[in-house]
């Protein structure tokens, strides 16, 4: 009987471990990216070390993600994005904005070890506060105008609700 408890409270403590698994992500070139420039246009460079392309100028439907390699809810939503971006590819784009980093190789690290496989702009000089504002998590719905049809502040909580403001804000179904 001691035996029986010993290996159900094993089991039990295994199933509450975190999972080390990596899911393997890819720096992408900003090249899909569609923005329009022009004299009050703020552009940023791609986090592959290309060029980027102008975030205020950006065409949608589109969502744009800011997150930084040091923030731990961005951690947290990136399997939502990452799950999401597979229903999403070829109905809409999603760009992240990698901000506030202290080297480009750390937001390059961060798209390898978190499975993001879209294209990601990096702000080296802290432009894009102009247009996003301070503090990350932030999502932008981008309606196909250019024109900021939502901005969700905070973590995404799941991916139904990520839907669903698609659905809502920007009239792209999944």
Same mark, same amino acid.
């Given at each position: 009987m001691k035996r029986l408890a010993i290996v159900v409270a094993l089991l039990m403590l295994a199933g509450?471990?975190?999972?080390?698994?990596?899911i393997a992500g890819q720096v992408v070139s900003c090249e899909s990216i569609t923005s329009s420039t022009t004299a009050k246009s703020i552009v940023l460079g791609c986090l592959d070390g290309s060029d980027g392309a102008s975030i205020n100028g950006i065409k949608g439907p589109a969502i744009i993600n800011v997150w930084g390699s040091w923030c731990g809810p961005c951690k947290e939503e990136m399997p939502i994005l990452r799950s999401f971006y597979e229903k999403a590819q070829?109905?809409?784009a999603l760009v992240g904005v990698d901000v506030e980093? $202290?080297?480009?190789?750390?937001g390059r690290k961060f798209v390898e070890n978190h499975g993001i496989?879209?294209?990601?702009?990096?702000? $080296?000089?802290?432009?894009?506060? $102009?247009?996003?504002?301070?503090?990350?998590?932030?999502t932008w719905f981008i309606a196909a105008d250019g024109s900021v049809a939502y901005k969700h502040i905070g973590v995404l909580k799941s991916e139904i609700e990520l839907i669903s403001m698609t659905s809502k804000y920007l009239g792209v179904k999944l």
């Open positions: 509450c471990s975190s999972s080390t698994e990596k070829g109905k809409l980093e $202290a080297s480009i190789k750390d496989t879209w294209p990601n702009l990096y702000d $080296a000089d802290g432009k894009s506060r $102009a247009y996003f504002g301070m503090g990350v998590p932030v």
